[in-house]
C-alpha cells in the first residue's frame, strides 16, 4: 500500500472521534490536559486572588474550599496525567518502531471517558451544595457528609481510574508485545522505561482508589459504615486505603518528567545518558518504594512509635535512587557541548527545582518534624515544586522538544525563551514564599489568614499571576508552530538519538509500518 | 484506514497481557473492596 492510501482517514469531528491512530490519539489527550490546565488553573487564580490579602472579599469560604478540591482533581487527573499520556501515546511507538499502540480501539475508548468524567466533576459545581469542598484527599467524615457534588466526583474518578488502568495496560501491552526487533528491554529508550513502570503503578494504584471511593459512595447511600465510628468504621481507614493508591500516583506523576528529562538533557549535551542502567534500576526502585510509604501522610493520625519509625527511614531511602538520577543528570552535562535552547532550559530548571521539592520532602519525611509541617503552606509549596516544576516543566520540556516531529514546524526560539524565563519567575515568585508561610505556620485549605502572613501571600499571588498568564504565550507559540514556521528536518536537533528521529518530521499518519531493525 | 495485520502469535500474546494485567486490576479492586468489609 502507498504511504498516501495510509494517510487517508475520516475528516472533521468524525477523524476525533472514530480514531484509533496513536498520534491522533497523542494529539487529543495533549489539547485536553492543556484546556484542563488553564481550567485548574482558572481555579488556582481565584485561590490566590482571595489569599492576596486577609479577610473574606472575592468568594465564600465554601466556595473557596470547593476551588481548592478542584483544582487538585483537575490539574493531577485532567492536566498532568493525560499529558504524560499523550506524549506516550505520541512518542512509546515511535520510540519502539511499533505502527501503532497495541489496543488501538481500547486506546480511542481510554481517551473519550476522560471528556465525559471530568463535564461529571466540573458540572459538580452547578448541583445544590456545589462541588466537593473536603480536600481532593476526599477524607471522611466531610467526604460523607458533603453535597451530591462529592457522589458526581465519585463517578467521575472511577471513569478516570478507568481510563487510566485501561491506557495502563495498552501502553504495557505495547512495550512488552510490539518492539521492533534488536530492541531488548535495555535498550529502550529511558522515556519508554519510565512510562512501563508507570502503567505497572497505575495498575496497581488505581483499582485501590476506585475501591477506597466505592467504600465512600456505600456510605453515604446505601447504609455501610466502612468509614463511619459511630457504626464500627474506622475513617482512618480511609487515609491507609487512599494513600496506599496516593503515594505510587505522586510517582505516576513524576517517573514519566524522568523520562523526558533523560530524552532531552543528552540531545542538548550531545552525549549519550550516563548511567542508562543505573537510570532503570533506579526508576524501578522509587516504584517499588512508592508503594511501602504511604503512612508519610499521616503522621498526625496517631500511629505506633514502629510504623512512624518505618515510615520515616523507608521514605528518606527513596533520597538514594532519586539522587542516583540528579546525579546522573549532572554528569550527563559534564563536559558535554552543552546548548541552551527552549527544552534544555525547561529541563534543566526541572533538575535544580524538583531537587528543591525533594529535599523539602526529606523535611517533611521527618516524622517529628512533620508534626510542625503537616497541614501548612510548607506542604503546598513542597509539593507544587515536585508537581509544577517537576511535572509541569517536564511536559514543556518535552512539547518544546517533539513540537517539531509533530508540527513538522520549528518554535520560534526567542518565544520560547520568553516563555522559560517568565515560567521560572512567576513560579519561584508563588511558591518560594509559602515556605516560609508553612514554617511560620499558615494552614493550608483556608480563605482567610492571620495578618502576619499577609506580604509573603501577596508575593505569592503576584507571582501566580505572572506565571498564569505567561502560559498564554505557550498556547500562542503552539498555535504558531502547528500553522507554519521553518521546517522541521527528520531530526530536528543536532544531537537528538532514537527512532522517532529516522521518519520524517511532521510523523506521517502511519509509520514503522515495517519494524526497523535495531542493532 | 486499517493496517498492515499483525502476525497472528503477535496478537495472541498482545491480548494475552492485556486480559491478565485486566484480570489483576479487577481482583486489586475486588480484594480492596473486600478487605474493607472484613475489618
Known sequence: ?519 | MPMTRLPESQRRAIVRTAVTLAVFAIALFVYTFWRGMSK
Open chain 1, 1 to 519: 500500500m502507498s504511504t498516501a492510501h495510509h494517510d487517508e482517514h475520516p475528516t472533521g469531528i468524525m477523524r476525533w472521534l472514530t480514531t484509533t491512530n496513536h498520534k491522533d490519539i497523542g494529539t487529543l489527550y495533549l489539547v485536553f490536559a492543556l484546556i484542563m490546565f488553564f481550567v485548574g488553573g482558572a481555579m488556582a487564580l481565584v485561590i490566590r486572588t482571595e489569599l492576596f490579602q486577609p479577610g473574606l472579599q472575592i468568594v465564600d469560604p465554601n466556595f473557596f474550599n470547593q476551588m481548592t478540591t478542584l483544582h487538585a482533581l483537575v490539574m493531577i487527573f485532567g492536566g498532568v496525567m493525560p499529558a504524560f499520556t499523550g506524549f506516550a501515546n505520541w512518542q512509546i511507538p515511535l520510540m519502539v518502531g511499533a505502527p501503532d499502540m497495541a489496543l488501538p480501539r481500547l486506546n480511542n475508548w481510554s481517551f473519550w471517558l476522560l471528556p465525559f468524567a471530568f463535564i461529571l466533576l466540573l458540572s459538580s459545581l452547578f448541583v445544590p451544595g456545589g462541588g466537593p469542598a473536603g480536600g481532593w484527599t476526599l477524607y471522611p467524615p466531610l467526604s460523607v457528609q458533603g453535597s451530591m457534588g462529592t457522589d458526581f466526583t465519585i463517578l467521575a474518578i472511577h471513569m478516570m481510574g478507568i481510563s487510566s488502568v485501561l491506557g495502563a495496560i495498552n501502553v504495557i501491552a505495547t512495550i512488552l508485545n510490539m518492539r521492533a526487533p534488536g530492541m531488548t528491554l535495555l535498550k529502550m529508550p529511558l522515556f519508554v522505561w519510565t512510562w512501563l513502570i508507570t502503567a505497572f503503578l497505575l495498575l496497581a494504584a488505581m483499582p485501590v482508589l476506585a475501591g477506597a471511593v466505592t467504600m465512600l459512595l456505600t456510605d453515604r447511600h446505601f447504609g455501610t459504615h466502612f468509614f463511619n465510628a459511630a457504626g464500627g468504621g474506622d475513617p482512618v481507614m480511609f487515609q491507609h486505603v487512599f494513600w496506599f493508591f496516593g503515594h505510587p500516583e505522586v510517582y505516576i506523576l513524576i517517573l514519566p518528567a524522568f523520562g523526558i528529562a533523560s530524552q532531552i538533557i543528552p540531545t542538548f549535551s550531545r552525549k549519550p545518558l550516563f548511567g542508562y542502567e543505573s537510570m532503570v534500576y533506579a526508576t524501578a526502585s522509587i516504584a517499588f518504594l512508592s508503594f511501602i510509604v504511604w503512612a508519610h501522610h499521616m503522621f498526625t493520625v496517631g500511629m505506633p512509635l514502629a510504623g512512624e519509625l518505618f515510615f520515616m527511614y523507608a521514605t528518606m531511602m527513596i533520597a538514594v535512587p532519586t539522587g542516583v538520577k540528579v546525579f546522573n543528570w549532572a554528569a550527563t552535562m559534564w563536559k558535554g557541548s552543552l546548548t541552551f535552547e527552549t527544552p534544555m532550559l525547561f529541563a534543566i530548571a526541572f533538575v535544580m527545582l524538583f531537587t528543591i521539592g525533594g529535599f523539602s520532602g526529606l523535611m517533611l519525611a521527618i516524622a517529628p518534624a512533620d508534626f510542625q509541617y503537616h497541614d501548612t503552606y510548607f506542604v503546598v509549596a513542597h509539593f507544587h515544586y515536585v508537581l509544577v516544576s517537576g511535572a509541569v516543566f517536564a511536559i514543556l520540556a518535552g512539547a518544546y522538544y517533539w513540537l517539531p516531529k509533530w508540527t513538522g514546524h520549528m518554535y520560534n526560539e526567542t518565544l520560547g525563551k520568553w516563555h522559560f524565563w517568565l515560567s521560572v519567575i512567576g513560579f519561584n515568585l508563588t511558591f518560594f514564599p509559602q515556605h516560609f508561610l508553612g514554617l511560620a505556620g499558615m494552614p493550608r485549605r483556608i480563605p482567610d489568614y492571620a495578618i502576619q502572613f499577609t506580604e509573603f501571600n501577596q508575593w505569592s499571588t503576584v507571582g501566580s499571576y505572572l506565571f498564569g498568564f505567561s502560559q498564554l504565550l505557550f498556547v500562542a507559540i503552539v498555535i504558531q508552530t502547528a500553522r507554519g514556521g521553518k521546517k522541521a528536518e527528520a531530526k530536528a536537533w543536532e544531537g537528538a538519538e532514537g527512532l522517532e528521529w529516522t521518519v520524517p518530521s511532521p510523523a506521517p499518519y502511519h509509520t514503522f509500518a515495517t519494524p526497523p531493525r535495531i542493532k
